[in-house]
């Protein structure tokens, strides 16, 4: 690999959890893990749907084998509210909680994260919006995810929905990080396939735009292009054969690398212009995703042909003799022929969105451009229309 590949005016930072545990039936070290912490009484903050397929069930007994009390906090829905946060962090410090316990998507790790803050700091959750906004940590966290998918267990940041103004918000800290995240296949595999698939489409959106990024660092493109590869070889598998251990361990793996690339690389125009397929069509995270992701590739490839070739090479391609314009393409075809696998249509019309709309995400897509700034390619106001009218063929 060239070493000119990284942006090395920068500096580059790796931040990651204070430890990070992966393993078949790693979960059974909760209680361990957060009497080291000094807990004695912990609250699991969840969703239901997670309570309901008995992922909680062996984490509350590990907890309480080691004599921790506990208690549930399932309200947790997708894209959470400002209020489900500081309803969280108001039980945990009325209460008396001294540790908080992720179990979950990214939307039950980001409730998390958020109420482990706000049953420290004063105020309400959305007053600490922005970067590096948190006066002081919260109480400590352990972070277990259940998808493969938004790497929230290892990254600093919380996304939370601003109902007001109906948006969402993002809360930047380096108190965000996990003191313990714990990775463990067996609480991903009873994801159904379309999540899955979207899941892990995140996954490997968040390691392709940390690994193109402009601030990319030693760090992110190892981490990076190594969940690249786990991508393409295992998300097939673990849509196809839900039960088979190895491809969900490859999953929670590679999404896991992934969330720590892009904390240190950031994201890009894919991020940016997914988002209003979410906010103004309500769309998965990971769908929406998915769906921009080959027309964002189509458009960035000439901003940095070598690393686009080098996707292509992860993902199995073959490029060796290739010019560089063409081993850059076989990384959109390896995309394309990876989405098709999963049953994932890149098309917006197939989702109900028509032509008429394109004012519409322009104008979306607009609100994210700080996202444009990593992006390897500069965007203008036309090119995000030519990239969602791509998308709307
Ligand atoms: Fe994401």
Known sequence: MKNSFYAQDKIGTFLSPNKI???????????????????????????????????????????????????????????????????????????????????????????????SIMATNKGRVL???????????????????????????????????????????????????????????????????AVTADTGIDALVHAIEAYVSVNATPFSDILAIESIGLIAENLPIAYAKGSSIEARYNMVLAANLAGLA?????LGAVHGLAYVLGTEYHMSHGRSNAIMLPHVMDYNTI????????????????????????AADKSIDA???????????????EYGIRKEDLPRLVQGGMKQARLFVPNPRDLTKEDVEKIYKMALI
Request: aromatic content about 4%; proline content about 5%.
């Open 303 to 326: 901003g940095n042909l070598e690393k686009y070739a080098q996707i292509a090479r992860a993902m199995g391609e073959h490029i060796q003799g290739l010019c560089a314009y063409k």
């Open 262 to 266: 892009f904390t240190s690389g950031g």
């Open 127 to 193: 007053d600490y919006a922005g970067i590096d906004m948190i006066p002081k940590g919260g109480l400590p966290k352990i972070l277990l995810p259940t998808t493969g998918g938004t790497g929230s267990e290892v990254t600093r940041v919380f996304v939370v929905t601003d109902e007001a103004e109906n948006t969402k918000k993002v809360v930047y800290s380096n108190f965000n990080l996990a003191d313990v995240a714990i990775i463990d296949p067996l609480l991903s595999i009873s994801m159904p396939p």
């Open 21 to 115: 545990s992966i393993g078949t039936g790693a979960a059974k070290q909760v209680g361990i893990e957060s009497k080291a912490l000094g807990g004695k009484k912990a609250l699991i903050v969840t969703d239901p749907g997670v309570v309901k397929a008995g992922l909680i069930d062996g984490i509350q007994e590990s907890l309480e084998s080691e004599k921790i009390r506990t208690g549930i906090f399932d309200r947790v829905i997708a894209e959470p509210p400002a209020r489900v946060i500081d309803e969280g962090a108001q039980i945990a410090h009325e209460e008396g909680y001294d540790i908080i316990i992720g179990v979950g998507g990214g939307s039950s790790l980001d409730a998390a994260k958020g109420a």
């Open 335 to 349: 995309v394309k022929k990876l989405l098709e696998a999963v049953d994932i249509s890149i098309r917006l019309p």
